[in-house]
Structure formats: structure tokens, C-alpha cells
């Protein structure tokens, strides 16, 4: 008998919403994460905290983000419950319908998804920056687009953050996180609202960032769900009419094996690991041999890429959320390149350090408290990349990466996730991104830096992995149907990332939520 009615591997944008609705369907689920249960508090800010990910030592090392690099292409994903919205930009967008318009099983369509959209927006509670808190980012973008007459495709997007309307640049100490409201949301988490302080990606202490361990996840648990984190899932195979799931322990000082049953396993442990696991199961250990052979094909980098400028205004790239307003070009009227371009922050890592230095020397009762306090909020009023603009952008590549086991030269026995990334039939839609970066940032007296990695060695990063289980009509074109389902495996779905067809080129994060949201309700209705 199964220990688990479900086993849902991973607790991003596709495992934590599983979860929480195989849950509210009475179903008994068990949550599998690799990474940690993350506090405010233990959040990475200096140089020896857990920053990040090992995938050769995740004993040793599961901090924050796991970077992958494969050559050419290099991938960056979050590790912790809440998967990837512990280190997105908060951006939830819903994609034009032509993004639907080709690549999809039958049954999938915008129409058909938005209530599944408008789902997840409501469960993030996603809204745009208030007008009244705009950013000199924000600004400096709508000029450039009206200058180089786009104007009417600027528009703000909108975040998984909760906003405060009172709250303003012009107050004393507006960054401070003394400046967050205070307030518990539907699932009865307690959270704050937004003081522009730029952790986005570092981790919002105050909570402001509506990520998937505040709202999915504790929906789930409220329901009887069972949360592990920091076990790694190593394979899948078939067992008395269900799955046995076999695990590496990662709390102890080396990994401690183990496994457990359910009826049915949901994989959501992102493009990179969901597909890894499957290809294990099929070409390492053998259990999962009737797994379609366009595993692994089919993966996209969703043209990501980031051109900094430098500019004598002040920007403050350190100052408010990562990402509040895009220009969209998806209908390919820039040169006939599908893209969208974003505006960019980024932390203010040494001044959160310092800030965490000043607190631990900080005491209450001690004269130099008041001298303390006020170099803490004077390292948070400063900005030092005050004259840079980061112009984020994503596109509609190629979409033809493969992802697959291979045997190094040098440890023949063993077998390593390798990317076959082929720049060739992306590079004309990169070099329009990257041009049209160049150009934004001259209309508005920037000097652009378009970064040497991609002139001089085409090489690119993504914290947008797409594809490698793609969803399809059969196992000739896909390795899921509609809702996620494994063709010849029943009762075994991936949810994530992993199985969007084609490369969105925009944020994919509330699409992969939207197909999880649908998946699991057509499972209920069966």
C-alpha cells in the first residue's frame, strides 16, 4: 500500500501549486524539496553565508542558488521551499494569445487558461507599482521607448509584492524596513509591505515578495500536507500500481538514502531537474524505460539577456523592485525579433553586508546605539550604482537546446547533466536585443556596455529555463500531454517549467503556475 496518495517533487511555480490543490482535494501529499525551509533571517547577505548551490556536494553546499554552466548557456535556479520565487524579480505576467497560437497540445489555449491566470494572480495578490512610487527606472524608460516611438507598448507590469500606498521617496528613511506595514495575509502568514529596498532576488526580509512559502505552500499544510525540505530526489520507479521516489537526505553531515511511496508523483523540480530525473530513470537506472525519446529536446534559454548602461541622471538601479514595467515587442516589430524588454535592478550587496554588520554590533542600551542606527539607514540611503540602468530583456529563441546524460573523459562511469546549446539559429534574435538595448540607452544620453560574453563568445545566462519535457498531443511529439501526464506512465505528471513547448519570451513564471492550477483540476474531474 502507498504511503502517499501524491508525492510532489519540488515547490516552485509548478510543486507548490500542486500541492496545495491535490490537498484541498483530500488527497494525503508529501512534499519533496532539495533546498531549505528559508527565514528572513537566514538569508544570505555576507560572504560566508549560503549562497549557494553544489550540485556535486549538496550536503555540503544547498545555499540560495544553484548555478549551472554548460559552455555556452549557463542556468541559474533558486534551492529552497518556494523554488524559483525565493529568487525571481516577482514579475507574474499573462503572455499574449498569439503565444498560443502554435507549439501547443489541442487542448491548451489563452482563452482557456486565463481563469487559471487570474487564479494565481489573486492567490500572489499581483498589482503594478503605484504611480505615486514610480522609479527613476521606470522613467528613464518610458522616455527611451517614446523616443524611439514605442510609447504606446511601454506599460507597467505586475508584481507579486505588496505594496503600501501611503508609503513614498519623500519620507525620512522611506528604506528602512521600519517603513513596512505590517499585515496577514489569506493563508494567515504575516508579511510586510514593499520599501523599495531592492532584495528581490536576495531575499525580501521584510515579505513584502508574495513567494510560493507564504501562500501556496501553507495553504498546502493548512490542508495536511507534509513539507521535507532538503531531500534530493535521485529516482522514480514503478511499483504496485503507483511510484516509489528514492531520496538523498541533506540535513546530516553526509547524504542518508531513502524512499517513499505514493499512488501518483507530481515532478516540479524545474526545466533542469525534472528532466534530469526522468532521464536517469530511463537511461541510468532503467526504470522508466518507455519514456518518449523527445525527452530532454526541446529546451529553451527564453532569451534572456542583460545590457547595463551608464548614465551622468541618476538611476539608482539599487533603489526599488527588480523589474516594474516592460516595453513589449513580441509581435516582432523591432527587425522582425519577438521581444520584451524590462527595466532592471539589483541588490545592494555590500550594503546589505554592512547593514548586517551594524546590527550585530548594535546594542540598545549602549551610547553608540543612535551612531549605529544612523550609519545603518545611511548605508541604506546611498545607492552606488546610482548612474547604471540595467536593460533586462527576453525573447523568443530558437528553442532547440537538448538536455542529456553524458560520460566525462575523465570519470567514464559516471553521467552529468550536459546542455547541447547551438547558438546559431538564436544569434540573429540576440544581436536585435542587444541592439535595441544600445538604442534605448542612447535615446535617453547612456552610454551602453553590451556585455564581452556575448560579443566576443556568444555565451548567455538563464534564470528562464523552458522545455526538455515538453507537453504534446502523443509520445511522437511530446513527453506529457495537456496536463502534465507522462505518456506510458499513468498517474506520473511533471508540472513545471520543463513542459512549456516553446519559449514564451516573456516571464514565464505565472504560465507554468496557471498549467499547474489546470492540471490538477482536470485530475480532480477524473
Given at each position: 500500500m502507498a504511503e502517499f496518495d501524491a508525492i510532489v517533487i519540488g515547490s516552485g511555480f509548478g510543486g507548490a501549486v500542486s500541492a496545495a490543490r491535490l490537498a484541498e482535494q483530500g488527497l494525503k501529499v508529501l512534499v519533496l524539496e532539495r533546498g531549505r525551509r528559508w527565514q528572513p533571517e537566514d538569508y544570505p547577505r555576507e560572504p560566508g553565508d549560503a549562497w549557494l548551490w553544489d550540485s556535486g556536494r549538496p550536503h555540503k553546499l544547498n545555499g540560495?542558488?544553484?548555478?549551472?554552466?554548460?559552455?555556452?548557456?549557463?542556468?541559474?535556479?533558486?534551492?529552497?521551499?518556494?523554488?524559483?520565487?525565493?529568487?525571481?524579480?516577482s514579475v507574474s505576467i499573462v503572455p499574449p494569445p498569439e503565444r498560443f497560437d502554435e507549439g501547443w497540445p489541442e487542448a491548451i489555449s489563452h482563452e482557456g487558461l486565463?481563469?487559471?491566470?487570474?487564479?494565481?494572480?489573486?492567490?500572489?495578490?499581483?498589482?503594478?507599482?503605484?504611480?505615486?512610487?514610480?522609479t527613476r527606472r521606470y522613467h528613464l524608460m518610458k522616455e527611451a521607448a517614446g523616443r524611439l516611438g514605442y510609447g504606446a507598448r511601454f506599460r507597467p507590469v505586475e508584481l507579486a509584492v505588496t505594496f503600501d500606498p501611503e508609503w513614498s521617496y519623500e519620507q525620512q528613511d522611506c528604506f528602512s524596513d521600519s517603513r513596512s506595514r505590517s499585515w496577514v495575509n489569506a493563508q494567515g502568514q504575516t508579511q510586510g509591505t514593499c520599501t523599495h529596498c531592492a532584495n528581490c532576488d536576495a531575499g525580501c526580509q521584510v515579505r513584502a515578495k508574495n513567494t510560493l512559502d507564504l501562500n501556496y505552500i501553507p495553504l498546502a499544510e493548512q490542508h495536511g500536507a507534509e513539507v521535507r525540505p532538503l531531500h534530493l530526489v535521485r529516482n522514480i520507479a514503478p511499483v504496485n500500481g503507483g511510484y516509489e521516489v528514492l531520496y538523498d537526505r541533506l540535513d546530516s553531515g553526509?547524504?542518508?538514502?531513502?524512499?517513499?511511496?505514493?499512488?501518483?508523483?507530481?515532478?516540479?523540480?524545474g526545466s533542469l531537474g525534472s528532466t534530469e530525473i526522468l532521464l536517469r530513470a530511463r537511461d541510468q537506472y532503467k526504470t522508466l524505460?518507455?519514456?518518449?525519446?523527445?525527452?530532454?529536446?526541446?529546451?529553451?534559454?527564453?532569451?534572456?539577456?542583460?545590457?547595463?548602461?551608464?548614465h551622468r541622471r541618476e538611476i539608482s538601479a539599487s533603489q526599488g523592485p527588480t523589474i516594474s514595467a516592460a516595453i513589449d515587442l513580441l509581435d516582432g516589430v523591432h527587425g522582425g525579433a519577438p521581444l520584451f524588454i524590462e527595466d532592471g535592478g539589483f541588490p545592494d550587496l555590500l550594503g546589505n553586508y554592512l547593514e548586517e554588520v551594524l546590527k550585530r554590533w548594535h546594542r540598545p542600551n549602549s551610547p553608540w546605539g543612535w551612531?549605529?542606527?544612523?550609519?545603518?539607514?545611511?548605508?541604506?540611503?546611498?545607492?552606488?550604482?546610482?548612474?547604471?540602468?540595467?536593460?533586462?530583456?527576453?525573447a523568443v529563441d530558437a528553442g532547440d537546446g537538448q538536455v542529456r546524460l553524458r560520460r566525462p573523459w575523465y570519470a567514464p562511469w559516471r553521467r552529468n547533466l550536459a546542455l547541447k546549446w547551438d547558438i546559431r539559429r538564436s544569434e540573429q534574435v540576440m544581436d536585435a536585443m542587444a541592439d535595441l538595448h544600445a538604442k534605448l540607452a542612447r535615446a535617453t544620453d547612456g552610454v551602453p556596455f553590451t556585455p564581452p560574453t556575448w560579443t566576443l563568445f556568444k555565451d548567455l545566462i538563464t534564470p528562464h529555463p523552458l522545455g526538455g519535457c515538453n507537453m504534446g498531443d502523443n509520445a511522437e511529439s511530446g513527453v506529457v500531454d495537456h496536463k502534465g501526464e507522462v505518456f506510458g506512465y499513468p498517474g506520473l505528471h511533471v508540472?513545471?517549467?520543463a513542459i512549456i513547448p516553446r519559449p514564451l519570451g516573456l516571464n514565464p513564471s505565472r504560465t507554468i503556475a496557471a498549467l499547474a492550477e489546470r492540471a490538477v483540476e482536470v485530475m480532480g474531474r477524473a
Open positions: 540560495w542558488v544553484d548555478i549551472d554552466a554548460f559552455g555556452d548557456m549557463s542556468v541559474a535556479r533558486g534551492a529552497g521551499v518556494g523554488g524559483g520565487s525565493l529568487i525571481y524579480a486565463l481563469p487559471y491566470y487570474e487564479r494565481v494572480g489573486r492567490m500572489l495578490n499581483v498589482q503594478p507599482l503605484p504611480q505615486n512610487q514610480l553526509t547524504p542518508v538514502r531513502g524512499s517513499v511511496t505514493a499512488r501518483k508523483v507530481i515532478l516540479a523540480a524505460p518507455l519514456l518518449s525519446r523527445r525527452l530532454g529536446h526541446g529546451w529553451s534559454a527564453n532569451g534572456d539577456f542583460v545590457t547595463p548602461s551608464f551612531i549605529l542606527q544612523a550609519l545603518a539607514l545611511r548605508v541604506r540611503s546611498r545607492d552606488p550604482l546610482d548612474k547604471v540602468m540595467l536593460w533586462f530583456g527576453q508540472l513545471d517549467g
